[in-house]
């Protein structure tokens, strides 16, 4: 098994503080960066972990994962696929696709035995969350309602959490 972490994104959404600190590199509530704690979860799989980063950010992660035997790999192309693509010649097995800034997910073990047992492809998903912003409802062109951080339920029966 190995484990590819996706975090090649700029951040845009958490300015300014991505000014200073890649996203996946910013600390969650357990003090660490949230990569950090994604990669100590998996690497009770034993697996071998690949983080795909961008180019002006490849030294914070080259830094962060000095003491493992994470492989940083740099990816000039955009999106996620373009970052899968920048990884493509060292998958040799199935493979643990994550991006670098979900947080809580810890059932990776479950994940494994569960896509092992039935699946070519699996994917983690959420049925219910909440959202932290209010949203506006247009009728032909006009605001008819605002709905004060709803559950993602009422709009979407099934939600990707960025675990592949």
Request: proline content about 4%.
């Amino acid at each position: 098994m190995q484990t590819v972490i996706l975090a090649a994104g700029e951040g845009l959404r958490m300015r300014p503080f991505t000014h200073i600190l890649p996203k996946c590199l910013l600390p969650v509530p357990d003090g660490k960066p949230c990569i950090r704690s994604i990669y100590e979860e998996v690497n009770k799989l034993e697996t071998e972990t690949y983080v795909v980063v961008s180019p002006e950010h490849k030294h914070f992660y080259t830094h962060e994962f000095r003491d493992t035997s994470v492989k940083i790999v740099e990816s000039k192309l955009k999106g996620n696929m373009g970052s899968l693509l920048s990884v493509r010649d060292y998958i040799k097995q199935s493979f643990l696709l994550i991006y670098g800034d979900i947080y809580g997910f810890t059932e990776y073990a479950q994940l494994v035995k569960s896509h092992n047992s039935v699946a070519l492809a699996t994917i983690a998903i959420t049925q219910c969350f909440k959202l932290e912003y209010g949203i506006v409802k247009f009728t032909k062109n006009v605001a008819s309602d605002f709905i004060e951080k709803p559950m993602i339920t009422d709009w979407l029966k099934d939600k990707n959490i960025g675990l592949w």
